[in-house]
């Protein structure tokens, strides 16, 4: 019986995925590191100037799972009157492919642009959608790898 050579690269990933699931992510408890970004419009965001409140930080794609998520992060926003914010990160479409998505799923928080991925590598980010939970100063508070079904401590808050 002859096995199919790409079974190696199957089982690779699908490994990667269940321990990038089931462990603690590296920056858990970590301070979050800085950087700068630019929104839809262009304009340059610093990380830190964002974190006014306990903030969900989303690093998100075209996905089924991204988009299935991202309005539960914005209801959790509006939800919480002030007390919790939320920034999305895309560094895989384009432009105007964000500012569609973002517009189509009613994202109202800041979504920045990632084409470097210098944040997705500062944040050690594997897969999307990766989302931070930080408050203010920087603190990450949790992590969540892949579909969060948002019972994390933010819907607590």
């Given at each position: 019986?002859?096995?199919d050579?790409?079974?190696p690269?199957?089982?690779?990933l699908?490994?990667?995925a269940?321990?990038?699931?089931?462990?603690?992510?590296?920056?858990?408890?970590?301070?979050?590191?800085?950087v700068e970004?630019?929104?839809?419009?262009?304009?340059?965001?610093?990380?830190?100037?964002?974190?006014?409140?306990?903030t969900?930080?989303?690093?998100?794609?075209?996905?089924?799972?991204?988009?299935?998520?991202?309005?539960?992060?914005?209801?959790?926003v509006?939800?919480?009157?002030?007390?919790l914010?939320?920034?999305?990160?895309?560094?895989?479409?384009?432009?105007?492919?964000?500012?569609?998505?973002?517009?189509?799923?009613?994202?109202?928080?800041?979504?920045?642009?990632?084409?470097?991925?210098?944040?997705?590598?500062?944040y050690?980010?594997?897969?999307?959608?990766?989302?931070?939970?930080?408050?203010?100063?920087?603190?990450?508070?949790?992590?969540?790898?892949?579909?969060?079904?948002?019972?994390?401590?933010?819907?607590?808050?």
């Amino acid at each position: 019986m002859r096995l199919d050579p790409r079974l190696p690269i199957l089982l690779v990933l699908l490994l990667g995925a269940d321990l990038a699931c089931s462990s603690r992510h590296p920056l858990e408890g970590a301070r979050a590191p800085e950087v700068e970004l630019p929104d839809l419009a262009g304009q340059r965001h610093s990380l830190a100037g964002l974190l006014t409140v306990t903030t969900v930080l989303t690093f998100w794609t075209d996905c089924i799972v991204c988009r299935s998520e991202l309005p539960l992060v914005a209801s959790a926003v509006r939800q919480s009157k002030g007390k919790l914010g939320a920034v999305g990160i895309n560094s895989r479409e384009t432009p105007e492919q964000v500012r569609a998505m973002a517009d189509q799923l009613g994202l109202d928080f800041p979504v920045l642009l990632d084409r470097g991925q210098q944040a997705e590598t500062s944040y050690q980010v594997v897969t999307a959608p990766t989302a931070f939970l930080i408050e203010p100063p920087g603190q990450i508070l949790e992590v969540q790898v892949g579909r969060a079904g948002y019972d994390l401590a933010w819907r607590r808050r």
